[in-house]
């Protein structure tokens, strides 16, 4: 165990310094045992901060993956290097999501400036955002300048995504049905840029036109940030300064009176829900938590409990627990 404790530390150095292979063992160490490696995540957690940290998310299909790699192209040439984590929901154990954009994201992965990860679920939609949220930490503690995450907007991980990011970015195309059913979906709250890619393509200046009437019908406060649109084609490589221009602006914003703060606070908020909830859902999926919960559904059903007085339990039951432990 001793020796266990000393590798991780000279992992945690190795990531401190850069190290690519050091980067991609402690992501999958956060990915299967995130419990093991909370002490070597605390001290990266200490050495994050220094990374812009942008979010991706839209429907499927709709090039998110095609434009991130668009992006990070664009970054390297200004000399940023860029960590990339694409999350990928709907695809749990074939791969096809790391062999997917692996050739997606083609233009940049032999790049030593990027660091490109996919991650799909295997259990909890929390054990996954809890992870992607330390894969980002590891790439900044590495000292990416930059880090990009994509997600699907199929749920919760959309919103997931716009708490820890500063910019969230929603990428539209033409093809991918009508955006205003997406947008009242929830990606409308959460976007601060809405890109409209695939201007390549029929439908793109109607689709830009829709999204702007729909930003025109909504009330902003004075001092409240409204959201910019952005026509790209991430294939072409076209739109693509304009999108850098458009983040450097929001940025701009955030870091005006503290925005920038709260975004991060915000974030550290929703890191410590992603360690309690996974947390929670790790005991509750193994087998003695399986059994105490089915218990506790009996008495519900037989109607000696409430399910909020079993959850209370639940709860109380676990801090005892932790403190027979300490
Ligand atoms: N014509 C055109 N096709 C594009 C553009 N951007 C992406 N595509 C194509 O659209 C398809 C989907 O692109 P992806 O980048 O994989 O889309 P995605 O949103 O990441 O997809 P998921 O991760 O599966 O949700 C690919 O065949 C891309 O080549 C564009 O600007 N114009
Ligand atoms: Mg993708």
Redesign the pocket.
Known sequence: MKECRKTMTKLAEQIFSGDRRAVAKMITAVENNPEGVLKEMESIYRRTGSAYRIGVT????????????SLALKLREKGLTVGII?I?P?SPFTGG?LL??RI?MQHIGLDPGVFIRSMATRGSMGGLCAAAGDAADILDASGKDVVIT?T?GVGQSEVAIASVAYTTLV?L?PEAGDAVQTLKAGLMEIADIFVI?????DGAQRLSADVLSMLELKTFDEGTWRPLVVE?????G?GIEDLGEAIQQHRAYLEQEGRLHGKRLTAAVKKIQDLVVSHLEREAESGAGTDALRKLGEKVLGGKLTPQAAACKVLDNLRKRKQSKS
Do not use: F
């Not at 839209?58 to 790699?69: A, E, I, M, N, R």
């Not at 890619?197 to 393509?201: H, I, L, Q, T, Y």
């Open positions: 839209g429907p499927s299909g709709s090039g998110k993956s095609t434009l991130v790699d694409a990928d709907t999501a997917g954009d997606r994509e699907v990428v195309s890619n695939k201007c390549d393509r790209t084609s991430a294939t072409k076209t």
